[in-house]
């Protein structure tokens, strides 16, 4: 009998052991970063698109100000913000997705239309495109949402670029 309590008793601080870890792990690691800029004089056409689905109200992503109608296109530029996902945990983050935040100089935001899910135990990445006015700060701050099991998780991370 002692030694099924024993047993028992083992049993139990492992399981507890293991929920530990799973609930204090479960954050997505960042573990790299990139940023490309390309500015809008080099894709005209596609900031013109842009201008007309920010106008209209029928952009697929965030408009945080809709520019004069006699913007040109030599004002502004594209930035491709990518971050490097890390899962530690046995479970698959799912609707993995990106969220800036803006500054007065930020026009819109868009990112990929597809859901992004990481693996258990895999690394995968989540990038977003900020169409700006001018040069933007050094330091953006973004939240990234992922969710286990229906249940939200946000990291928050400042995205530090070298000029």
């Known amino acids: 009998m002692k030694k099924l309590a024993l047993f028992t008793l083992f ?3 492992a399981a507890l052991l293991a929920a530990g870890y799973m609930l204090l792990g479960t954050r997505l690691q960042v573990t790299g970063q990139s940023v490309h800029r390309t500015a809008c004089g080099e894709k005209r056409e596609q900031f ?3 201008m007309r689905e920010a106008r209209n109200r029928s952009l697929h992503g965030t408009v945080y100000r809709v520019p004069p109608e006699e913007a040109e296109a030599e004002e502004y530029s594209f930035y491709t913000y990518t971050i490097q996902l890390e899962n ?3 479970f698959e983050a799912e609707m993995v997705e990106i969220q800036l935040a803006p500054r007065t100089e930020d026009i819109l935001m868009y990112s990929a239309m597809e859901e992004i899910r990481i693996g258990a135990w895999k690394t995968g990445a989540v990038s977003c ?3 700006t006015e001018g040069q933007p700060t050094d330091v ?3 939240t990234i949402t992922y969710y286990y099991f229906g249940s939200p998780f946000q990291v ?3 995205f530090q670029t070298d000029r």
């Open 11 to 13: 049993l139990s601080l």
């Open 48 to 50: 013109a698109q842009l």
């Open 88 to 90: 530690r945990l046995p």
């Open 129 to 131: 495109v900020l169409l």
């Open 140 to 142: 953006r701050s973004f």
């Open 156 to 158: 928050k991370y400042a």
